[in-house]
């Protein structure tokens, strides 16, 4: 079984940055497309950016020129670098690791919260 485990999530101003971390379980990390997703209060799960296992990126409009994912294969590790961070950012951020093809896998870790507030 995969585990995926975030951290780094907090309470920062408007205008500030967090570091997201998400850690990954298992031998799986290097196959797979990883992902960052938020959910705030009352709306949907939706895509914030994501890495597939050849370093292609690609990022909400929402978060472009802001937001920066990266991942370090060693350490079955994914980074979100989140700068100029604005209240409508806050949510629950949730990591993902994905593949289409075979062996095919989706694993969800459990969300950390970002709040962005003064």
């Known amino acids: 079984q995969v585990q995926l485990v975030e951290s780094g999530g907090g309470l920062v101003q408007p205008g500030g940055s967090l570091r997201l971390s998400c850690a990954a379980s298992?031998?799986?990390?290097?196959?797979?497309?990883m992902g960052w997703y938020r959910q705030a209060p009352g709306k949907q799960r939706e895509l914030v950016a994501r890495?597939?296992?050849?370093?292609?990126?690609g990022y909400a409009d929402s978060v472009k020129g802001r937001f920066a994912i990266s991942r370090d294969n060693a350490k079955n590790t994914v980074f979100l670098q989140m700068n100029s961070l604005k209240p409508e950012d806050t949510a629950v951020y949730y990591c993902?690791?994905?593949?289409?093809?075979?062996?095919?896998?989706?694993?969800w870790g459990q969300g950390t919260q970002v709040t962005v507030s003064s």
């Open positions: 298992g031998s799986i990390f290097r196959l797979a497309t």
């Open positions: 993902n690791a994905n593949r289409r093809g075979l062996p095919k896998f989706d694993y």
């Open positions: 890495i597939t296992n050849d370093d292609t990126t």
